[in-house]
């Protein structure tokens, strides 16, 4: 019994110091936070194989990993007309096995950009731009072009932008980025607007960039943003490149028209919409009323018209400034009816800045203004006028307005009468105005490589225009009784002087109007006076 009795207090002894050994290092932890990324230890067949014949290209790491957004991130240049496949994108493996569909090009460099999408299975850290790099020749080309995207009127660019190098030979015209991908290609991916073309080989290029909504390598003018120099690129170079990304104004084309109400059909369009006519084939019944009106902030026309039960009506759509005739037979379809309904553009609080109007959904064709009263002060009738816009559909107000104010916008019933007949039920808004400390204010001054005239343009952290100035001289710019908030200064160049902005044409060879951002965001507080300098550089 003896040594069975010491073995058990042995035992204990044993387990009693490991508990106390526990206890007096505290809380045990897996060790610090793994910050490394994977490390390739093998590729099969080497990077930067020449004579390369393969199909099946793999690469082993050191740990396991995994494929984050791999059909984004991969770039391969040449593209290839199917893109690989890629394996494993589910499992986790040390491996990642790419099998080529295409034939390749002989006596052609190639490279796979993986961007950032191998991570490592447990923390994601990213083995940044990995790029895998063959020859189907006897040798690697190995010549660069650098250079940096930004957009034309954005003060951010988009991400993931494709840049593109076209070979200038017998076949390059100006159509070719519209109908075939490029010799070379890389992308800015999510990080970062610089870019870097690689194993390149001497020529002569031109070079584009696309903001690629399709993702086929060639340039959609309906969808995508386009950037483009006029000069050729002659390679081998040292220069860098700034590439300009801007939507242009899409070529003429009618949409497929469709019932989008009972008494409405919708003709959608790119460009053009002040020489677009709509005129129906299929005779209409005299007892039907019709009306066209432009959809507001829309390139949509509506055709209005008065229901009636029909399969369906036959249209022309003409553009009679580009001599483009479409026919469309439009089916009925089972939708309901549209009805008036009143918006106004602002509820409660009034901007001092902002014109206040009631924007109507549909045809407005009369107004009583003696059924529309205002009242201030809770009982006092107040002066104002009232039009009626026909191109936007809206009532345009014009009213006396005061800091610290309190306003009732009153519509009796019968005050607007619509294309069906249809009439307001009685309406109030109730508005008011803050006190001027509640606003701030800002006044700018431009100086350096200044050019009139320009438009100065206050916009929010997005970019949106709130307010602008239009300029032929020097002078200073306020912007006055604006609410405490970040805000953005847009110097818009108007070189053509239509008081707008314009974009560019890669056919016309037209680049966009300058455009140019105070570097840092303002910040507006309530009764402040802020004052800025902005100096322009050329």
């Given at each position: 019994?003896?040594?069975?009795?010491?073995?058990?207090i042995f035992f204990f002894l044993i387990t009693l110091s490991v508990v106390q050994c526990g206890r007096r290092?505290?809380?045990?932890?897996?060790?610090?936070?793994?910050?490394?990324?994977?490390?390739?230890?093998?590729?099969?067949?080497?990077?930067?194989?020449?004579?390369?014949?393969?199909?099946?290209?793999?690469?082993?790491?050191?740990?396991?990993?995994?494929?984050?957004?791999?059909?984004?991130?991969?770039i391969v240049s040449p593209p290839l007309k199917y893109r690989p496949e890629i394996t494993p994108q589910g499992?986790?493996?040390?491996?990642?096995?790419?099998?080529?569909?295409?034939?390749?090009?002989?006596?052609?460099?190639?490279?796979?950009?993986?961007?950032?999408?191998?991570?490592?299975?447990?923390?994601?850290?990213?083995?940044?731009?990995?790029?895998?790099?063959?020859?189907?020749?006897?040798?690697?080309?190995?010549?660069?072009?650098?250079?940096?995207?930004?957009?034309?009127?954005?003060?951010?660019v988009d991400k993931f932008v494709s840049v593109m190098l076209y070979e200038i030979d017998s076949a390059y015209?100006?159509?070719?980025?519209?109908?075939?991908?490029?010799?070379?290609?890389?992308?800015?991916?999510?990080?970062?607007?610089?870019?870097?073309?690689?194993?390149?080989?001497?020529?002569?290029?031109?070079?584009?960039?696309?903001?690629?909504?399709?993702?086929?390598?060639?340039?959609?003018?309906?969808?995508?943003?386009?950037?483009?120099?006029?000069?050729?690129?002659?390679?081998?170079?040292?220069?860098?490149?700034?590439?300009?990304?801007?939507?242009?104004?899409?070529?003429?084309?009618?949409?497929?028209?469709?019932?989008?109400?009972?008494?409405?059909?919708?003709?959608?369009?790119?460009?053009?919409?002040?020489?677009?006519?709509?005129?129906?084939?299929?005779?209409?019944?005299?007892?039907?009323?019709?009306?066209?009106?432009?959809?507001?902030?829309?390139?949509?026309?509506?055709?209005?018209?008065?229901?009636?039960?029909?399969?369906?009506?036959?249209?022309?759509?003409?553009?009679?400034?580009?001599?483009?005739?479409?026919?469309?037979?439009?089916?009925?379809?089972?939708?309901?009816?549209?009805?008036?309904?009143?918006?106004?553009?602002?509820?409660?609080?009034?901007?001092?800045?902002?014109?206040?109007?009631?924007?109507?959904?549909?045809?407005?064709?009369?107004?009583?203004?003696?059924?529309?009263?205002?009242?201030?002060?809770?009982?006092?009738?107040?002066?104002?006028?009232?039009?009626?816009?026909?191109?936007?559909?809206?009532?345009?107000?014009?009213?006396?307005?005061?800091?610290?104010?309190?306003?009732?916008?009153?519509?009796?019933?019968?005050?607007?009468?619509?294309?069906?007949?249809?009439?307001?039920?009685?309406?109030?808004?109730?508005?008011?105005?803050?006190?001027?400390?509640?606003?701030?204010?800002?006044?700018?001054?431009?100086?350096?490589?200044?050019?009139?005239?320009?438009?100065?343009?206050?916009?929010?952290?997005?970019?949106?225009?709130?307010?602008?100035?239009?300029?032929?001289?020097?002078?200073?710019?306020?912007?006055?009784?604006?609410?405490?908030?970040?805000?953005?200064?847009?110097?818009?160049?108007?070189?053509?002087?239509?008081?707008?902005?314009?974009?560019?044409?890669?056919?016309?060879?037209?680049?966009?109007?300058?455009?140019?951002?105070?570097?840092?965001?303002?910040?507006?507080?309530?009764?402040?006076?802020?004052?800025?300098?902005?100096?322009?550089?050329?």
């Amino acid at each position: 019994m003896l040594p069975r009795f010491l073995a058990c207090i042995f035992f204990f002894l044993i387990t009693l110091s490991v508990v106390q050994c526990g206890r007096r290092g505290g809380t045990l932890t897996g060790g610090p936070k793994d910050e490394d990324p994977p490390v390739l230890v093998k590729a099969e067949p080497e990077n930067l194989s020449t004579n390369f014949k393969s199909k099946k290209i793999r690469l082993t790491f050191d740990e396991y990993i995994k494929l984050q957004d791999i059909q984004d991130q991969l770039i391969v240049s040449p593209p290839l007309k199917y893109r690989p496949e890629i394996t494993p994108q589910g499992g986790v493996q040390k491996y990642v096995e790419i099998e080529i569909k295409d034939t390749l090009l002989p006596n052609t460099t190639y490279t796979l950009n993986f961007g950032q999408s191998v991570q490592d299975n447990n923390e994601g850290n990213p083995l940044s731009f990995l790029t895998y790099v063959f020859s189907t020749g006897d040798y690697i080309d190995s010549l660069e072009v650098l250079g940096v995207v930004k957009d034309a009127f954005n003060k951010e660019v988009d991400k993931f932008v494709s840049v593109m190098l076209y070979e200038i030979d017998s076949a390059y015209t100006d159509s070719t980025i519209y109908k075939k991908p490029p010799n070379y290609i890389t992308n800015t991916l999510d990080s970062t607007v610089l870019f870097k073309l690689r194993n390149l080989k001497e020529g002569k290029y031109a070079i584009f960039a696309i903001k690629d909504a399709a993702k086929n390598n060639i340039f959609d003018q309906n969808s995508d943003k386009i950037a483009f120099l006029k000069d050729t690129i002659t390679l081998p170079t040292d220069s860098t490149y700034v590439l300009t990304l801007f939507k242009e104004t899409p070529s003429y084309s009618a949409s497929v028209p469709s019932f989008a109400a009972k008494n409405k059909i919708v003709f959608g369009y790119y460009g053009g919409e002040e020489a677009i006519d709509i005129t129906p084939l299929t005779v209409i019944p005299d007892t039907i009323k019709t009306k066209i009106l432009k959809e507001r902030n829309k390139d949509t026309l509506n055709f209005w018209f008065t229901p009636y039960e029909t399969d369906s009506i036959r249209f022309t759509v003409t553009n009679t400034k580009k001599m483009a005739i479409d026919t469309f037979t439009v089916k009925s379809r089972k939708v309901g009816v549209d009805s008036l309904k009143i918006e106004p553009n602002q509820n409660g609080s009034l901007d001092f800045n902002t014109a206040y109007h009631l924007a109507i959904n549909t045809p407005i064709v009369a107004v009583d203004t003696s059924k529309i009263k205002m009242i201030v002060k809770d009982s006092l009738p107040m002066a104002f006028t009232v039009v009626f816009d026909s191109l936007a559909n809206t009532l345009d107000f014009d009213f006396e307005i005061e800091p610290s104010e309190n306003y009732s916008l009153d519509l009796l019933p019968g005050a607007i009468s619509d294309f069906f007949g249809q009439t307001n039920d009685t309406l109030n808004y109730r508005l008011s105005t803050r006190s001027l400390a509640d606003y701030g204010n800002l006044r700018l001054t431009l100086e350096g490589a200044v050019e009139y005239p320009l438009i100065v343009q206050l916009t929010d952290e997005k970019g949106k225009t709130l307010l602008e100035v239009y300029a032929h001289e020097p002078q200073v710019f306020e912007f006055n009784t604006i609410s405490p908030s970040k805000y953005l200064i847009r110097v818009i160049f108007d070189k053509n002087e239509n008081k707008i902005w314009d974009t560019g044409s890669f056919l016309k060879n037209i680049q966009p109007e300058r455009v140019l951002y105070y570097p840092n965001e303002i910040e507006v507080r309530a009764n402040w006076e802020i004052e800025q300098t902005f100096t322009i550089s050329n």
